[in-house]
C-alpha cells in the first residue's frame, strides 16, 4: 500500500465512530440491517456482471440513459447500481421497479475501509466498474486493480472549486487515478483538472455531458398531461430541486408575483401557483411549515391533496417526480442556485421544453450554463426580487416562454451524443468471449 492511501486508510479508521453515527442515523429507518461492510451476495461464477456507482438520487437520475443503455446493450450481463444514501437508493429500486428486469440490482456502496472494499469486490466479481462523475474511492478503486477488474470514471466532472480542495490530496487521488483505465471527461476543461490530479492523458477522453443524453419517459410525459389539465390556465412555476435557505427566497419572490409589489411594469398574477419540490425528503416537513409561516396556503401532494383557487403552493413532496412536474409547468426555476449549492441541472426542464430560469449560483453547471446562455435560452436572477420581476414578464409574454423553450430543447438536442461514445469507450474495456 502506498503511503497516501496508507495514511488515508489510517484516517478513515480513526473516525470510524463517526462514521457509524452517522450511517446508523442516516439508514436507521429505511435500511436498518445496512452495515456498508461489503457483505453483499456472492455472484455466481460466470454470471457477468456490470457495476455502476452513483452518489445519490441527481446523479442516479442523471446516469439513467446509460444504465438502460448498457441493460440493452449487454442483455446477458446483470447490472448492480450502488448509491451513497437512503434516497439515492430509493431512486434506484424505483428505476429497478418501473423498467420490472431484474438484471438490475441495488447495494449501498461500501465504506471505503481497506477490508471492506475488498470484500465487496471480491464478492461482487465485476468485469467492469464504473464511478460516476468525481466518485473516487481510492481503497475500491485498488480493490479492483488488485482483482483486474477495468475501471472507467464515466461523466467526468471536476469543478474548479473542487480540484482547488483536492490540491492537498494530489498524491492520493494520483495513486487512485493510476487504477483507472479510462476517464470519460465531461468538458476538455474538466479533462484538463483531472490530468493535473495526477490521470494519464492518454487514458482521457472528452465525450461530453451525459446529461444531454436526458429522454423523458412516456409515464413521466403522461404524468405531466394529468397535472397540467388538473391546473388549468392559471400561471404555474416550478421550484426545483431546492434547498434549506432558498426555499425563504421563493416564497418572497412568489408574494411579490401575486401582490404588487413589482419591481417591472408588467402586472401582478394572483392566481399564480408556485410547485415547490425540495431536494431533500426530510426536510418536506420543515418546508411546509415555512410555507404556512409565511402565509402561503399549501396543498401537499404526498397526502393526495389537490390545488384549490385560493392554494398558493404545491409541495411536490414525493420523490421521482421531478420531471414530471418540471413538465406541468410554464416556467421552471432550479435550485441550489440562490445559495452557494453550485446548481442543480439545467436540463432536466429544458429537455421537456420549458423555460429554465436560475440563480447565479452555478459552478456545478457552468459549461452548461454557457451551453443555454450562448443560445438564448438561460435566464439568471440575482435575488428574489428580480426573480419575481422574471417570472412577471416572462407570464405576461408567451411568445417569449415559447422562444426559450424552444431555444432549451434545441440545446439538449444538439448536443446529445456522448452517451453513445461513452459506450464505444466502455466496449474496449469489457473482455471479449
Given at each position: 500500500m502506498?503511503?497516501?492511501r496508507?495514511l488515508y486508510?489510517?484516517?478513515?479508521?480513526?473516525?470510524a465512530?463517526l462514521i457509524?453515527?452517522?450511517i446508523?442515523?442516516?439508514h436507521?429507518l429505511?435500511h436498518p440491517?445496512?452495515?456498508?461492510?461489503g457483505?453483499?451476495?456472492?455472484?455466481p461464477?460466470g454470471?457477468p456482471?456490470?457495476?455502476l456507482?452513483c452518489?445519490?438520487?441527481g446523479?442516479v437520475?442523471?446516469?439513467?440513459?446509460l444504465?438502460e443503455a448498457?441493460?440493452?446493450r449487454?442483455?446477458?450481463?446483470?447490472?448492480?447500481l450502488t448509491?451513497?444514501?437512503a434516497t439515492?437508493?430509493e431512486?434506484?429500486?424505483a428505476l429497478?421497479?418501473?423498467r420490472?428486469?431484474?438484471?438490475?440490482?441495488?447495494?449501498f456502496?461500501p465504506?471505503?475501509?481497506?477490508?471492506?472494499?475488498a470484500?465487496f469486490?471480491?464478492?461482487?466479481?465485476?468485469?467492469?466498474?464504473?464511478?460516476?462523475?468525481t466518485?473516487l474511492?481510492?481503497?475500491?478503486?485498488?480493490?479492483?486493480?488488485r482483482r483486474?477488474?477495468p475501471v472507467?470514471?464515466?461523466?467526468?466532472?471536476l469543478?474548479p472549486r473542487?480540484?482547488?480542495?483536492?490540491?492537498?490530496?494530489?498524491?492520493?487521488?494520483?495513486?487512485?487515478?493510476a487504477?483507472?483505465?479510462?476517464?470519460?471527461?465531461k468538458s476538455?476543461?474538466?479533462a484538463?483538472?483531472?490530468?493535473w490530479?495526477?490521470?494519464?492523458p492518454?487514458?482521457t477522453?472528452?465525450v461530453?455531458s451525459l446529461?444531454f443524453?436526458?429522454?423523458?419517459?412516456d409515464?413521466a410525459f403522461?404524468?405531466?398531461q394529468?397535472?397540467?389539465?388538473?391546473?388549468?390556465?392559471?400561471p404555474?412555476w416550478v421550484a426545483?430541486?431546492?434547498?434549506?435557505?432558498?426555499e425563504?427566497?421563493?416564497?418572497?419572490a412568489?408574494i411579490?408575483?401575486r401582490?404588487?409589489?413589482?419591481e417591472?411594469r408588467?402586472?401582478?398574477?394572483?392566481d399564480?401557483l408556485l410547485?415547490?419540490?425540495p431536494?431533500?425528503?426530510?426536510?418536506?416537513?420543515?418546508?411546509a411549515?415555512?410555507?404556512e409561516q409565511a402565509?402561503?396556503?399549501?396543498a401537499r401532494?404526498?397526502?393526495?391533496?389537490?390545488p384549490?383557487?385560493?392554494?398558493?403552493?404545491?409541495?411536490?413532496?414525493t420523490m421521482g417526480?421531478?420531471?414530471?412536474l418540471?413538465g406541468?409547468a410554464?416556467?421552471?426555476?432550479?435550485?441550489?442556485?440562490?445559495v452557494?449549492?453550485g446548481?442543480?441541472n439545467?436540463?432536466?426542464?429544458a429537455a421537456?421544453?420549458?423555460p429554465?430560469?436560475?440563480?447565479p449560483?452555478l459552478?456545478?453547471?457552468?459549461?452548461v450554463a454557457?451551453?443555454?446562455?450562448?443560445?438564448?435560452?438561460?435566464?439568471?436572477v440575482?435575488d428574489?426580487?428580480?426573480l419575481?420581476?422574471?417570472?412577471a414578464?416572462l407570464?405576461a409574454d408567451p411568445a417569449?416562454?415559447r422562444?426559450?423553450g424552444v431555444?432549451g430543447r434545441a440545446?439538449v438536442?444538439?448536443?446529445?451524443?456522448?452517451l453513445?461514445?461513452?459506450?464505444d469507450?466502455l466496449?474496449?474495456l469489457?473482455?471479449?468471449?
Amino acid at each position: 500500500m502506498g503511503w497516501p492511501r496508507g495514511l488515508y486508510s489510517a484516517a478513515l479508521l480513526a473516525l470510524a465512530p463517526l462514521i457509524w453515527r452517522r450511517i446508523r442515523r442516516e439508514h436507521a429507518l429505511t435500511h436498518p440491517r445496512e452495515l456498508r461492510l461489503g457483505r453483499i451476495p456472492e455472484t455466481p461464477p460466470g454470471e457477468p456482471m456490470l457495476w455502476l456507482h452513483c452518489a445519490s438520487v441527481g446523479e442516479v437520475l442523471a446516469a439513467r440513459p446509460l444504465i438502460e443503455a448498457l441493460l440493452e446493450r449487454y442483455p446477458g450481463h446483470r447490472l448492480t447500481l450502488t448509491t451513497m444514501t437512503a434516497t439515492g437508493a430509493e431512486r434506484a429500486l424505483a428505476l429497478a421497479e418501473a423498467r420490472d428486469d431484474e438484471r438490475l440490482v441495488h447495494h449501498f456502496v461500501p465504506l471505503d475501509f481497506p477490508a471492506a472494499a475488498a470484500r465487496f469486490v471480491e464478492r461482487l466479481r465485476p468485469q467492469l466498474a464504473l464511478f460516476f462523475e468525481t466518485e473516487l474511492w481510492p481503497n475500491l478503486l485498488h480493490a479492483c486493480r488488485r482483482r483486474g477488474v477495468p475501471v472507467a470514471v464515466v461523466n467526468g466532472r471536476l469543478s474548479p472549486r473542487a480540484c482547488r480542495g483536492y490540491r492537498r490530496l494530489r498524491p492520493l487521488l494520483r495513486e487512485a487515478l493510476a487504477c483507472v483505465d479510462w476517464l470519460a471527461a465531461k468538458s476538455p476543461a474538466d479533462a484538463e483538472r483531472f490530468e493535473w490530479l495526477g490521470m494519464a492523458p492518454e487514458r482521457t477522453a472528452v465525450v461530453g455531458s451525459l446529461k444531454f443524453d436526458i429522454a423523458p419517459d412516456d409515464g413521466a410525459f403522461a404524468v405531466s398531461q394529468r397535472l397540467r389539465t388538473r391546473l388549468g390556465e392559471r400561471p404555474v412555476w416550478v421550484a426545483g430541486s431546492t434547498h434549506e435557505g432558498e426555499e425563504a427566497a421563493l416564497l418572497a419572490a412568489h408574494i411579490r408575483l401575486r401582490e404588487s409589489h413589482l419591481e417591472t411594469r408588467f402586472k401582478p398574477c394572483p392566481d399564480a401557483l408556485l410547485v415547490l419540490v425540495p431536494r431533500h425528503p426530510q426536510r418536506f416537513d420543515a418546508v411546509a411549515a415555512l410555507c404556512e409561516q409565511a402565509g402561503m396556503s399549501v396543498a401537499r401532494r404526498s397526502r393526495g391533496e389537490w390545488p384549490q383557487a385560493a392554494t398558493a403552493v404545491y409541495l411536490g413532496d414525493t420523490m421521482g417526480e421531478l420531471l414530471a412536474l418540471y413538465g406541468a409547468a410554464d416556467l421552471a426555476f432550479v435550485g441550489g442556485s440562490l445559495v452557494p449549492i453550485g446548481g442543480h441541472n439545467l436540463l432536466e426542464p429544458a429537455a421537456l421544453g420549458v423555460p429554465v430560469l436560475t440563480g447565479p449560483e452555478l459552478a456545478n453547471f457552468e459549461e452548461v450554463a454557457e451551453v443555454l446562455r450562448e443560445a438564448g435560452a438561460l435566464v439568471e436572477v440575482a435575488d428574489e426580487a428580480r426573480l419575481a420581476a422574471a417570472l412577471a414578464e416572462l407570464f405576461a409574454d408567451p411568445a417569449e416562454r415559447r422562444r426559450l423553450g424552444v431555444a432549451g430543447r434545441a440545446v439538449v438536442v444538439a448536443n446529445r451524443g456522448a452517451l453513445e461514445r461513452t459506450l464505444d469507450g466502455l466496449a474496449r474495456l469489457l473482455p471479449t468471449k
